[in-house]
């Protein structure tokens, strides 16, 4: 068998503010990951889910990260070369239990956001956040409480739409979340991107979905 070879990405530079050094959540995060290899790992996380060595985007300059005490988990901002990721110390305390893989599961799903097409703005917040947490969980760091779940909405968002995502990626072959993302590139997201990507509306994924999930598991069924 040839060797894996682990193609060669240009990464952006990584910088990393801490506003409280003493906080416990600053004391967690310094005991559990080195920041530079951390972030690291979630761009190639970032650009092997979603990209191919071809289709890998370059804009991306500069990634700050800057943990501070602040309430809710974590949200990215920026231009479209330098990014900034807030973390918040607060909800890294909060997840002392398992606070290796939660920061590094929050770190992915936010470099994702750094990096992915939104159709021109149009594209639904809950397909944005199902495809940082789609990568999250092909990435190995899906906490404990996330399931498939079916309901009345496809971009409920986070781990419902990450699951949706995952079975898509299933049903339609390795490749369909990264086929739907490079359709948001450059032109204005539609549900066609679904037609494009998979040969089916994704109203029908949806209602395929959900009838497996009750054959599966009646107990997920939607109320
Ligand atoms: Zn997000």
């Known amino acids: 068998m040839p060797p894996t070879v682990t193609p060669h990405y ?18 967690l995060f310094f005991d559990n990951v ?23 985007p370059t804009h ?6 800057v943990l501070r005490s602040m ?23 909060a997840s002392e239990h398992r606070a290796r893989d939660e920061i590094l599961g929050v770190l992915v799903h936010e470099v994702v956001h750094c990096f992915q097409y939104n159709g021109k703005d149009q594209c639904p917040g809950g397909l944005i956040e199902g495809i940082a947490d789609f990568v999250r969980l092909h990435a190995g760091y899906a906490p404990p409480h996330w399931q498939a779940a079916g309901g009345d909405r496809w ?5 419902r739409t990450a ?23 450059d032109r204005k997201y539609t549900e066609y991107v ?28 939607p109320n």
Not at 10 to 23: A, G, Q, W, Y
């Open 10 to 27: 240009t990464l952006p530079k990584f910088n990393i503010r801490v506003e409280d050094l003493s906080h416990p959540g600053a004391v």
């Open 34 to 56: 080195q920041p530079a290899l951390a972030l690291k790992d979630a761009v190639l996380a970032s650009f092997t889910h979603l990209y191919t060595p071809k289709t890998v």
């Open 60 to 65: 991306v300059k500069l990634i700050t990260l």
């Open 71 to 93: 309430d809710g988990v974590a949200y990215t901002f920026g231009s479209h070369t330098d990014k900034e990721i807030h973390f918040s110390l607060d909800y890294i305390k």
């Open 155 to 159: 971009d409920a968002g986070y781990d």
């Open 163 to 185: 699951y949706f995502l995952d079975w898509i990626e299933k049903h339609n072959g390795e490749g369909t979340v990264q086929k739907i993302n490079q359709l948001m590139k």
């Open 194 to 221: 679904f037609i494009e990507a998979t040969g089916h509306g994704v109203d029908k994924l949806w209602k395929m979905y959900c009838a497996l999930l009750d054959k599966k598991s009646p107990k997920l069924t």
